[in-house]
């Protein structure tokens, strides 16, 4: 059997058995001992929203796995002018190896739980355990898929169908390995930051999701709660 995919082994950290990073993220390559000598070096915490998780041409000493809650990364310009480029969710992992500085500003979107472990600790384990870095290059070409999706959406896809496409990135990361065809999520980011995500208008954006509240795609509740009762039927309005 292997032990790494064994929740109930005794040897895995109680900490690690439950932890969503421990099964779909990073921390699923890791043997036992591994992960008892990575929660001897691991902190946990919440942070606030609008909490600056690290800066962009910073140097870290930290990587950390994303537990709970949304996290934005954002690029400065020269003039001060900010564009958010991409979001992560639970279980990604915050931080890039083999580069001293970040590129990138990430700031959590949403209250968020990270686990967070000296950069030292995982740089050593990596030249250890080549399914770990196996694992980071996954997360590295899914996140360039999702940019390049992105891009398309961004270039070619109407007002409505970028509003869509938003909703849609929500709803499917709220919980990825659900099978309804349907979701509930709190909207993690302000209309000013969506539009600021999608290239539109505060108002723009405030219009097409009355129009999709109007159409029966979406419900909204509270002005942040977000009801999408079929996501086939916002997958088409996203033109996916």
Known sequence: MDTRKDIHNSEVPLLCRAC???HRGVCGALRPEQLIELSKHSTR???GSASELYGESRQGSTYSNIIAGVVKLTKMMADGRQQIVGLQFAPDFLGRPFRAESNLTA???TEVSVCSFPKSVIDRMIGETPELEHRLLQQTLKELDEARDWMLTL???TASEKVASFLLLIATHVDPESELDSAEFELPLTRSDIADFLGLTIETVSRQLTRLRK???IVIN???CVIV????MLAQ???I
């Open 229 to 232: 009762p079929n996501l086939d």
């Open 20 to 22: 969503e990073a421990r």
């Open 155 to 157: 270039g070619r896809k």
């Open 215 to 217: 159409d029966g795609v």
């Open 45 to 47: 915490k919440r942070v």
């Open 107 to 109: 700031e959590a979107a």
């Open 237 to 239: 309005r996203a033109a």
């Open 222 to 224: 509270n002005n942040r």
